[in-house]
């Protein structure tokens, strides 16, 4: 039975990483390039703290603890692969958050391009700028860390994985905290 779950967990692990993979993929994907007068814009300040949050994740390596001491194979393999699951869904979490952000920075960018049609902003964008400005500003706001969480659990269950043994939210935050 233990080794049946310990496979469950092995393929969790791969499942996680691939997630967190490709969310840094669809993130690096979402680079533009700041026009140097328009770099303190709201928009563009998001999506470069994004890119640079991306960036530290990256940077960041696991660093695995010693197994426990006297406990047999199968106890050690258990204990391994659940903190390798607490720390790759904790990654996941960041990745995802960060995605989420970047890409409502980006929607913001497509918006204000479309309303200023290659000109400076102005006076005449005035109030569709504004406008751009508050739904950014709105979409930020609901990216919390419960919404993150509850939206790759459902893409988890949508995708039938098998999550009996992911970690809370509060686990995540503590991991994230502790892993600076």
């Known amino acids: 039975m233990a080794d049946g779950l310990n496979q469950a967990r092995a393929l969790r692990v791969a499942e996680l990483m691939n997630d967190y993979r490709t969310l840094l993929v669809h993130i690096n994907q979402l680079n533009v390039s700041i026009p140097p007068a328009d770099q303190a814009e709201e928009g563009y300040r998001v999506l470069k703290e994004c890119l640079a949050a991306a960036n530290a994740l ?8 010693p197994p426990p ?18 720390d790759g869904s904790a990654r996941r979490f ?7 952000r970047a890409a409502a920075a980006k929607r ?4 204000r391009d479309r309303i200023l049609r290659g000109q400076r902003p102005g006076p005449q964008h005035a109030s ?10 709105q979409e930020l706001a609901q990216i919390s860390n419960q919404h993150v969480v509850a939206d790759l659990r459902a893409a988890d269950a949508r995708a039938g994985h098998w999550l009996a ?16």
Do not use: C, F, G
């Not at 990256?58 to 603890?65: E, L, N």
């Not at 001491?69 to 699951?85: G, H, M, P, W, Y």
């Open 165 to 180: 043994e992911d970690p809370s939210l509060d686990a995540i935050l503590s991991w994230i905290r502790s892993h600076p």
């Open 94 to 100: 960041q990745a995802h958050r960060i995605y989420l």
């Open 108 to 111: 913001w960018i497509i918006h």
């Open 128 to 137: 569709p700028m504004k406008a751009v400005s508050n739904t950014l500003r």
């Open 58 to 65: 990256m940077a960041s390596s696991y660093s695995p603890s």
């Open 69 to 86: 001491a006297n406990v047999s194979s199968d106890e050690a393999e258990k204990a391994q692969l659940r903190r390798v699951i607490l």
